[in-house]
């Protein structure tokens, strides 16, 4: 079982930045960060494979956010720049233990909130 400990959460103005941190304390294929604001579901927000690096981002975060990860280091990361209030929400680390499988490996979550 992999355990993934999240950092960096905290209170930001609009227009600001934060950086998220995750590390795993084991191997895992596709990491990614997820969020969920109050009284909605969950969705993701940015993905990054394994092997090639390649990621993907929800629309609503393309050209602000970046992930990134260390193979070696078995962390993966999530710049917020640009900030706005609808970022506001819990944010989760996720990560898969199969190359095929579903996001099965959770964060116990850090609180983002976003100041107008």
């Known amino acids: 079982q992999v355990q993934l400990v999240e950092s960096g959460g905290g209170l930001v103005q609009a227009g600001g930045s934060l950086r998220l941190s995750c590390a795993a304390s084991?191997?895992?294929?596709?990491m990614g960060w997820f969020r969920q604001a109050p009284g909605k579901e969950r969705e993701s927000v940015a993905t990054?494979?394994?092997?090639?690096?390649?990621?993907d981002y929800a629309d609503s975060v393309k050209g602000r956010f970046t992930i990134s990860r260390d193979n070696v280091k078995n962390t993966v990361s999530l710049q917020m720049n640009n900030l706005k209030p609808e970022d506001t929400a819990i944010y989760y680390c996720a990560a898969k233990s199969k190359l095929w499988g579903q996001y099965d490996y959770w964060g116990q979550g850090t609180q983002v909130t976003v100041s107008s």
């Open positions: 990054i494979t394994r092997s090639s690096g390649m990621t």
């Open positions: 084991g191997r895992t294929f596709s």
